[in-house]
């Protein structure tokens, strides 16, 4: 039987005034040893106060990403993709083009020092973003993650639609979500994902909903400004 969490609306308001949160789309693909150097040295300068919070969404070339409690038996094809050994929370995951990263670096002092409700306010974030889709994702008390119900493969089949996996240095955030809009779904075949090997994985397209990368930064952006406050184009 599937355990749902409960469904509650998290925000994750800065306290006090406070600048608007960087939103920064990164053009092409990213490697991922660039991104984490990058998301290090941004996370740095916000605990020392000397840049804004930021989202940086970003698409990668195909990899697998190791957690910290990535068990090294769910990595079923370790010579399909790099492999990469991650300091975010989690297990094992892959990125590739047509899935959204959106890394989150926010500086939680300034919000909530509180680690389980700021990872309820990226499941409300992802939620609140498929809903303007019309598409139901829920939680799951036994998974961190965003799910949808597919009642057309059988009773409490289900898949996951996006993950979660982060890290926190001095109270700021990074790494983030991945939202599959169109990847490759059979690249996830060469890992176990998130260490869950009863459940699928689908996308926005596997559910029959064609959208552009662009609709969905533009409703990702509008669904983070209602749980963590204003952004910026940067």
Known sequence: MV?????????????GVS???????????????????????????IADGL????VWLVEHPPLYTAGTSARDEDLIAPERFPVFRSGRGGQFTYHGPGQRVAYVMLDLKRRQPDLRRF????????????????????????????????PNKGVDTEDKIAAIGIRVRRWVSF???????EPELPHFDGIVPC??????VTSLVDLG???????VDSVLR?????????????
């Open 19 to 45: 600048e608007p949160v960087e939103w920064v789309i990164a053009e092409g693909l990213v490697g991922y040893d660039d991104a984490v150097a990058e998301m290090e040295a941004r996370a740095g300068l």
């Open 222 to 234: 509008e669904a983070f400004e209602r749980v963590f406050g204003p952004t910026v184009q940067a």
């Open 209 to 215: 909903l064609p959208v552009t990368m662009p609709e």
């Open 175 to 181: 790494h983030g979500i991945s939202l599959n809009v």
């Open 119 to 150: 990872v309820a306010a990226l499941e409300s974030w992802l939620i609140g973003a498929l809903d303007d889709f019309n598409i139901r994702g829920e939680r799951r008390e036994d998974r961190v993650g965003v799910w949808v119900r597919r």
């Open 51 to 54: 840049a804004r919070e930021r």
């Open 195 to 200: 260490g869950v090997s009863q459940y699928g």
């Open 3 to 15: 355990k749902m969490r409960e469904e509650l609306a998290v925000s994750f308001l800065p306290e």
